[in-house]
């Protein structure tokens, strides 16, 4: 017998409304509005990157207004205890907590900075807003779901094309008033995350995909990780899971040989396409090169340090940088507290990138963990870990339990929204990626809604079991 039914449907325009989702039928509240709201946030974050992230009047942006509006509605749905039953929502205020008490005491010195270092942390707030409103009315996970499928689709078609016209000229002098920041400005990283999202929708949760969007797709893919390493692992390290997981190996094998069969060719051929590109260190134009070459270049330059300058350099920096943080952390002086937020850690490192006019250093080291064992100490990577193994864990019990259940569209659903953000994680370890909101705040979207399904999940199939 057959428990909940899925709010999703793979069919993205009409998901399955059973079930789950007849509380839809209550009239739409502030909590609706928020929700559409915050999918503007996350669709601008998408596709104008660090652009969109300074619309608003400074210091107050887009991200931050949400961030309120928020904290009210979390207060507002009266499910803020509701969302502590789960047990990484409980790591997660624990871990919160810890990166408050390293924070207060550097305001005085380090003002807004302090603040804008916390955020890795404090923008899981957004996990418990999205996680309430989900509790509050189920109904609003099936338009959750509805919108990454619509979303997944868009940028599966045009991410890869808007991450290679965001480096042309013309993109570059479209600016915000003072001029300082383009209205577009993408990094691959960013671009990376949404085309495995993209790509996990179609393997999952779309019956068929359409080869003029599966070609689309694949060369968004083929460009960004002919640019990224890190870009490179955030496709391929979510999306083969989810293929070995969901058993659909096979369907993922055959667009392999095909690729493999055009790489191939690229490559006798020496066939490459050029593009220009902004450097997100010192601003200026690059030229950038998408080939068969350089796309194996990347992938053999993640095992072996003995590759070309232009990325064995950078490789060799991070290392040497994360060497140091584990030298004062692990064994130095720094276990227990770090160093802190609001410090430049940088600076206080001596690993200065770049101190040109109108550029700020580098104040993370390109690795979500390491910045948390820098900033808040072997504690706070401890409780970090922690908090993504019991959030993986929750993801897999939940996908596992539908699987028994039968209910095959529901363990989709979850291995979607866990290997989403299997793919993000990937990419904040070779880049800054959750420091800040273009990938963090999706980040932590994902989290509160994984969380919210599960929750859901549970209490759909505890009123199930109740009936019979």
């Not at 039928?25 to 946030?41: C, K, N, P, V």
């Not at 979390?74 to 509701?82: D, E, K, V």
């Not at 949760?205 to 359409?210: H, N, V, Y």
């Not at 260190?281 to 095992?303: C, D, K, M, P």
Request: contains cysteine; aromatic residues 10%.
């Amino acid at each position: 017998m057959r428990g909940a039914a899925c709010p999703c449907h793979a069919a993205p325009a009409a998901p399955d409304m059973t079930a789950i989702a007849t509380a839809r039928a209550q009239e739409r509240d502030l909590g609706d509005i928020y929700l559409r709201a915050l999918a503007g946030l996350l669709v601008g974050y998408a596709f104008l990157g660090k652009g969109f992230a300074y619309f608003g009047i400074p210091p107050l942006f887009v991200g931050e207004m949400l961030f309120l509006g928020g904290l009210v509605m979390l207060l507002r749905s009266g499910c803020l205890l509701a969302t502590c039953t789960a047990f990484p929502n409980l790591v997660l205020l624990i871990l919160a907590g810890w990166v408050v008490t390293r924070t207060v005491p550097f305001l005085g010195i380090h003002g807004v900075d302090a603040i804008r270092d916390s955020v890795v942390v404090l923008y899981g707030a957004f996990a418990f807003v999205v996680c309430s409103l989900v509790i509050e009315k189920p109904g609003r996970l099936a338009d959750a779901l509805r919108f990454l499928g619509t979303f997944s689709l868009a940028f599966g078609a045009s991410g890869g094309l808007l991450y290679v016209l965001s480096t042309t000229s013309l993109f570059s002098v479209i600016t915000w008033p003072d001029g300082a920041l383009p209205i577009m400005s993408i990094r691959s990283g960013e671009v990376a995350s949404h085309l495995a999202g993209a790509a996990l929708y179609g393997l999952l949760l779309r019956r068929r995909a359409g080869v003029a969007w599966t070609v689309l797709l694949l060369l968004g893919i083929g460009a960004v990780s002919a640019q990224s390493r890190g870009g490179m692992l955030a496709i391929i390290v979510p999306v083969a899971i989810a293929a070995v997981i969901s058993g659909r190996l096979a369907r993922l094998t055959r667009i392999v040989v095909v690729l493999g069969l055009l790489f191939s060719t690229s490559l006798a051929l020496q066939l490459e396409f050029e593009f220009g590109r902004v450097d997100e260190r010192t601003g200026g134009a690059e030229a950038r090169v998408v080939s068969a070459e350089q796309f194996l270049t990347n992938a053999l330059s993640i095992l072996d340090d003995q590759g070309p300058a232009e990325l064995s350099g950078p490789k060799q920096w991070r290392l040497m940088w994360w060497g140091k943080i584990q030298d004062y952390t692990l064994h130095g002086p720094y276990f227990w507290t770090g160093k802190g937020f609001g410090i430049g850690l940088a600076e206080d490192d001596g690993f200065v990138v770049w101190e040109g006019e109108g550029q700020t250093t580098v104040r993370s080291p390109h690795n979500a963990n390491i910045t948390m064992l820098a900033r808040a100490g072997v504690p706070g990577l401890t409780l970090w870990i922690f908090l993504m193994l019991s959030w993986f864990a929750m993801m897999l019990r939940s996908m596992l339990e539908a699987r028994r259940r039968g209910e095959e569209e529901w363990a989709n659903a979850f291995l979607y929204i866990g290997c989403y953000l299997l793919g993000i994680l990937v990419d904040s370890s070779f880049d800054v990626a959750l420091e800040g909101p273009m990938l963090g705040i999706w980040f932590w979207c994902l989290f509160g809604l994984g969380v919210g399904a599960s929750l859901v999940y549970r209490a759909a199939g505890s009123e199930t079991a109740a009936r019979r």
